[in-house]
């Protein structure tokens, strides 16, 4: 589902893979839409009204997790077949797999600076892998339960671990020591997610419940209630100011912090310069010291926006379902070379940061042909012009389902005031009636 985060705006349904979705997430400059199911397929997706799609085969289990570099170049998959495997994006074609683990994999993830994966496998065990030499290079183990999820911080010296044990743990990776071990959920640990600054994580657990971490004071400062079931995962925005978190309950919400506001291009820059593993670590080069708006309160803050948000989605928003236009990548497919040795590159799956010169009279014609893979205007079973009239009448129901909603809001606070003023009157004649 891509939702439109304006009220009552239009929701999109991609319809393709043959069983559940895993896993989402948006390439970084957000032309492009990966998705993993337990079809043991990957789909990327143009995330527009067409639906076009690519379909990526090689893993021969459920596939569990996907991730995209911080370049766009390369993507990340882990499998219950116990492997990661890495693709590349600008020829869409598969790369190499790494083999270590000895159950399934949950979770893979690159590196800010796209030099390490880390991964979780329900061997209780994360891996930090080398995308150079294709090596695992680090391993931390555990005798309790097995990571749900990992991530790095946006500086990549450290990791965050989600435990099925209901704990969080963050490692220090250059000198593979523990930093901090948190014990605040009553269930299972799903999804954490590091604030743009690295100085907070927040966490999604089975008990229902988010929490968010002070890193720098290594100490839970709130308590987020809004789910009715196992919360499965969260995500901040890349500028921090807003999170959002799914579970069980078939919601997502949407939420606003009260933290500084972050230029994201400035992040990544800032946390590019500080990658040097040779140097020692220490507490605040791992997380820079910045103005802290905490201090001094030491109790845990409780929210649950069911008592105190009001909810600005008066109904559901309408929702099209978009089927797909789907080519299909494989292992076995002949590899591609560049354009002047023969190679067909896709252009809908081109990221523009990543196309050269050279390449682009072979974009314009492959481009030409892919759009003549879409059903031409005659050949649609419902023609163009009906498709945008119906959709300028859903825009202008959705209008009139606002308007219905404030005038209804206007009737109820019409009604209670006229109860008010009948009450009144009737406490006005009793005590008439009482002093005649």
């Known amino acids: 589902m891509l939702w439109n985060c304006k009220p009552q705006a239009r929701a999109f349904r991609y319809v393709g893979h043959k069983d559940v979705v895993t896993s989402v997430q948006f390439s970084p400059l957000g032309n492009l839409l990966a998705s993993a199911s337990r079809d043991r397929t990957i789909r990327l997706w143009i995330p527009d009204k067409r639906g076009k799609s690519s379909e990526f085969k090689a ?176 995500s901040f925005s890349k500028g921090g100011d807003l999170f959002s978190s799914g579970g069980a309950d078939a919601q997502v919400l949407l939420w606003r912090t009260n933290f500084d506001g972050l230029n994201c291009k400035d992040i990544i ?68 070379t560049l354009a002047d040795k023969g190679e067909e590159i896709n252009s809908y799956f081109l990221n523009p940061s990543l196309l050269s010169s050279e390449c682009s009279p072979t974009t314009s014609k492959k481009k030409t042909e892919d759009t003549s893979d879409f059903p031409s205007e005659s050949q649609r079973s419902i023609p163009l012009a009906v498709t945008d009239a119906l959709e300028h009448i859903m825009e202008q129901l959705s209008v009139l389902t606002q308007t219905v909603s404030i005038l209804e809001q206007r009737l109820t606070l019409t009604e209670d005031k006229l109860k008010d003023c009948l009450e009144n009157q009737h406490r006005l004649f009793n005590a008439i009636q009482q002093k005649s």
């Open 59 to 234: 893993h021969t289990a459920p596939v569990r997790s996907i991730d995209f570099s911080a370049d766009g170049q390369f993507l990340a998959t882990a499998s219950e077949d116990k492997s990661i495997k890495v693709w590349n994006m600008y020829r869409q074609r598969f790369l190499y797999s790494l083999y270590r683990h000895t159950h399934w994999v949950r979770c893979a993830k690159f590196s800010p600076d796209g030099r390490l994966i880390v991964s979780c496998s329900e061997d209780k065990t994360i891996k930090i892998w080398d995308t150079t030499n294709k090596q695992c290079v680090n391993n931390f183990s555990d005798s309790v339960g097995f990571a749900n999820f990992v991530g790095f911080n946006p500086t990549g010296t450290c990791i965050a671990s989600a435990g099925s044990d209901h704990t969080v743990k963050i490692w220090d990776i250059r000198v593979n020591k523990l930093l901090q071990h948190y014990q605040v959920h009553s269930g299972g640990v799903n999804c954490v997610s590091f604030h743009p600054s690295g100085n907070y994580l927040i966490t999604a657990s089975s008990d229902g419940t988010l929490k968010i971490l002070d890193l720098l004071e290594g100490r839970l400062i709130y308590t987020l209630q809004g789910h009715t079931g196992p919360v499965f995962t969260v």
């Open 269 to 336: 820059k800032r946390n590019l310069k500080r990658l040097h593993f040779d140097s020692s670590p220490h507490l605040v080069d791992i997380y820079p010291r910045t103005p802290h708006p905490h201090e001094g309160k030491i109790e845990t803050v409780e929210i649950n926006p069911k008592l105190e948000v009001i909810d600005l989605q008066t109904s559901s928003p309408p929702v099209m379902d978009i089927l797909s236009f789907d080519s299909t990548t494989t292992t076995d497919t002949t590899v591609r």
